[in-house]
């Protein structure tokens, strides 16, 4: 039993779900309960054999009732979790039930940055640091899905590390495609960009995913290059009205930069000339393996998960963390660049090797098998 916060689509857990669960099927009998009603992987999850409840209980204690009493109407063999939500109803729930719980660490939580992020208090958030490790007690085995989450997490709450295995995730080659000249100049006449330089980046709109660094960097990277073109993809979120008026502060047109929610950011990845990923914090980056697999030009914060990402810095541009000033350069410098097939056969390379959905599928398995032995 999976269970997760929603299916919506858009962010990186429910979409690496996506990618493994028809690799898991004829080894791993697949239940998804969901507590949104964010629903549009499952009918793709419905297909690939996986079946899927959606609780309709908004409280947290409706929703431990109603996941404990589905436990023992079928009996899984383990309860495995993913975010906070989810962790919370799924631990409990599994220990009133006798089933043991697994649980995946896919961000970095708890720290200074947290602490600083608009509207975040202080309270609320050690508040949820000792929920989340109070309920980490009853977890038989964790999975972290870079050695960055395993080592901070494992600090923040309080686990011993021998309970905890890094795993990246995965993508299916089918799902993201492969990067050609003409893909990239068939996407680049629908967006009506032209041979512009084009700056993209997808996330939602929250604090963590920096995107209010990209805008305020934007009047340096025009500066180089005046007919540059900046697109954003992603849903929006609590700062979606501060991302605006940032966009007509640096005389961006708001309706014209942000897309909204897009089930095409491979294509995005395919014609932009700098993919910017300007996070200040990730678990991972999942976005960033849809771009190696594509070898996309990436300009990205300097954070170690995205560095466990590309070990011998083959193919991504970093820039200091918050630093807008040395943003605009990185990406001015990468819009100026003429040739990047190097980079690109660099990244590709490392996805086929190590982030293929097949080879992280089978990885997750033996981790199941593993949490059932404890």
Known sequence: MYVTPGLGGSGGAERSLAALAPHWKGQVDLHIVTLSER?????????????????????????I????????????????????????????????????????????????EHLQAPGRKAWKVRGAQALDAVTARSVVRFHALTHEVASVMGKRLWLDPGRVEVIPRGRDRSDVGSFSASRRNRVRNVLGVGDRPLVVAAARHEWQKGL?????????????????VLLIGGREGQTTEHLHTLATQVGLDP?????????????????????????????????????????????????PPFRELDPRGGWITYFERDNTKDLARQIAVTLARTNGQQRRATASDSFE??????????????????????
């Open 255 to 303: 309706a014209t930069v942000f897309l909204g929610s897009r089930n095409d950011i491979p294509d995005l990845m395919c014609a932009a000339d700098a993919f910017c990923v300007p996070s200040r914090w990730e678990g991972l980056g999942s976005i960033l393996i849809e771009a190696m697999a594509l070898g996309a030009p990436v300009v990205a914060s300097d954070l």
């Open 39 to 63: 629903s549009g992987l499952e009918p793709a999850l419905r297909e690939s054999g996986a079946e899927v409840t959606q609780l309709a209980e908004r409280s947290l204690l409706g929703r």
């Open 65 to 112: 009732r109603r996941l404990h009493k589905l436990i023992r109407e079928t009996e899984p063999d383990l309860v495995h979790s993913v975010l906070f939500d989810a962790d919370l109803v799924a631990r409990i729930a599994a220990r009133l039930g006798g089933v043991p719980c697994s649980t995946s660490l896919v961000n970095v939580n708890y720290g200074r």
């Open 212 to 228: 209010d660094l990209l805008l305020r960097a934007w009047p340096g990277i025009s500066a180089a290059h005046p007919d540059a």
């Open 353 to 374: 090797s190590t982030y293929r959905a097949d080879l992280i599928a089978a990885r997750m398995v033996e981790f199941f098998e593993a949490a059932l032995e404890v």
